[in-house]
C-alpha cells in the first residue's frame, strides 16, 4: 500500500480514511440522519464499521483511495475514489456525502475539484467518471455543475437497502476536458493560479 496522500485546498482537506475516524464520521452523517435518504447509502451506527472496513479493504487492494472530507479539522463527511484502473487509467469518484448542515456550500465543490486534480495531474488518468440514482436530482444537478457530461442511464444497476432496484446515471470528465473544467472550478471557487 503506497502512501494515502492528503489533498489540501483553501478550505477543505480530504484525510486519509481511518478506523479512528469512525465517531466523527458518524456524527457527520448524524447531522441530518443522513441514513435515512433513500437515493443514496449514507453509514448509520450500525453500517459504519463495515463502511470503513470496505474502503480499507479496498485501499488495500488497490482500487479505492478513501478520504473523509474535513473542515477546520472537523470531518464534515467522507469521499472516496474507486473503481481505480490504472492499467486503464480511469477511476470513479464516489461513496460521497457530506453533513446536512455544510451542504450546498463550497465544501463538496472544492473537495471534487481536489480530487479531480489529483487524479488527472497527479495519477495521470484520462478518465474520472460518476454513477448517481436516477431519483437524485440534487447530486445530478452538483455532478453537472463540476462540468462533467452526462453518459446515459444504467438501468437496475444496483439493489437500494430498502429493496428498490437502483437505475443510475452516469457522467464523466476526460482528460481533454480536464482544462476547461479546472479553470471554471477555480473561477467558482473564486481562486486563481
Do not use: C
Request: hydrophobic share 40%.
Amino acid at each position: 500500500m503506497e502512501l494515502t496522500p492528503r489533498l489540501i485546498g483553501r478550505r477543505v482537506v480530504l484525510e486519509t480514511m481511518e478506523r479512528a475516524h469512525r465517531d466523527a464520521l458518524l456524527a457527520a452523517a448524524s447531522d441530518g440522519e443522513l441514513w435515512k435518504l433513500e437515493v443514496t447509502n449514507v453509514p448509520g451506527a450500525d453500517s459504519m464499521d463495515e463502511y470503513i472496513e470496505t474502503a480499507l479493504r479496498g485501499w488495500d487492494e488497490g482500487t479505492v483511495i478513501p478520504f473523509v472530507t474535513t473542515i477546520d479539522g472537523k470531518v464534515i463527511g467522507s469521499t472516496r475514489f474507486w473503481k481505480l484502473d490504472r492499467k486503464n487509467r480511469n477511476v470513479e469518484i464516489g461513496h460521497t456525502w457530506i453533513a446536512q448542515s455544510w451542504q450546498r456550500s463550497i465544501a463538496n465543490t472544492e473537495a471534487k475539484f481536489l480530487m479531480l486534480q489529483y487524479a488527472f495531474e497527479t495519477l495521470d488518468l484520462i478518465r474520472v467518471q460518476f454513477t448517481t440514482d436516477e431519483l437524485n436530482q440534487r447530486s445530478r444537478s452538483a455532478i453537472l455543475r463540476l462540468g462533467a457530461v452526462e453518459e446515459g442511464l444504467i438501468r437496475n444497476e444496483r439493489i437500494m437497502p430498502n429493496g428498490r432496484k437502483r437505475n443510475s446515471l452516469r457522467f464523466s470528465i476526460i482528460d481533454d476536458e480536464w482544462p476547461g473544467v479546472k479553470a471554471r472550478l477555480l473561477e467558482r471557487l473564486g481562486a486563481s493560479e
